[in-house]
């Protein structure tokens, strides 16, 4: 059984740094093509940031430049180091699998296989 588990969220003041980790069980990342999403309170969840199976990154227009999503298939975990945090990046942040497809899994939104439960980010201006 494939499961997920996010950490590293917590409350930190604009313009600061958080790194985000999601480890994997009962699969390898390294086949897999996985992605960060958040939803804001009162929002519809969006992705953030992707890596497919080949390690080529993808990133929301908001966050380009700020977040960078990496991955270490020895320690099966998934990070997403975030800088310069702005208020509207507070949110609870999600990471996701899928098995199926490799690449551009991003754009499945709620459609990919596996979900964590997710970790709050909290960002004061």
């Known amino acids: 059984q494939v499961q997920l588990a996010e950490s590293g969220g917590g409350s930190v003041q604009a313009g600061g740094s958080l790194r985000l980790s999601c480890v994997a069980s009962?699969?390898?990342?390294?086949?897999?093509?996985m992605a960060w999403f958040r939803q804001a309170p009162g929002k519809e969840r969006e992705g953030v940031a992707e890596?497919?199976?080949?390690?080529?990154?993808n990133y929301a227009e908001s966050v380009n430049g700020r977040f960078t999503i990496s991955k270490d298939s020895a320690k099966n975990t998934l990070y997403l180091q975030m800088n310069n945090l702005k208020s509207e990046d507070t949110a609870m942040y999600y990471c996701?699998?899928?098995?199926?497809?490799?690449?551009?899994?991003?754009?499945?939104?709620?459609?990919?296989?596996?979900w964590g439960k997710g970790t709050l980010v909290t960002i004061s201006s």
């Open positions: 996701a699998a899928d098995e199926t497809v490799v690449a551009g899994c991003i754009g499945l939104g709620d459609a990919m296989d596996y």
């Open positions: 009962g699969y390898t990342y390294s086949t897999y093509c």
């Open positions: 890596i497919d199976s080949d390690g080529i990154t």
